[in-house]
């Protein structure tokens, strides 16, 4: 038997107004499912942004700076 078998037959044993508490759940189990889907879309996206704009950097020099490129010195 399935789980969804399973949770039917649960279900169906149940008074209505349990029901109805199920089903919100479900709802936000559905809607916290499609937050976290976005969420890693966004990372995703966030992390192939960052790989573009950084490719070819990995070739250059690293600047030598000194004290005296700095503007202003705190002591």
């Given at each position: 038997?399935?789980?969804?078998?399973?949770?039917?037959?649960?279900?169906?044993?149940?008074?209505?107004?349990?029901?109805?508490?199920?089903?919100?759940?479900?709802?936000?189990?559905?809607?916290?499912?499609?937050?976290?889907?976005?969420?890693?879309?966004?990372?995703?996206?966030?992390?192939?942004?960052?790989?573009?704009?950084m490719r070819?950097?990995?070739?250059?020099?690293?600047?030598?700076?000194?004290?005296?490129?700095?503007?202003?010195?705190?002591?």
């Open positions: 038997m399935s789980v969804t078998e399973e949770i039917y037959q649960h279900l169906q044993k149940l008074p209505q107004r349990h029901q109805v508490e199920v089903l919100d759940f479900v709802e936000y189990l559905e809607s916290k499912a499609k937050r976290e889907i976005i969420i890693q879309d966004d990372l995703t996206w966030s992390d192939i942004s960052l790989s573009l704009a070819g950097m990995e070739d250059e020099d690293a600047p030598n700076y000194t004290t005296v490129d700095l503007k202003e010195v705190f002591s």
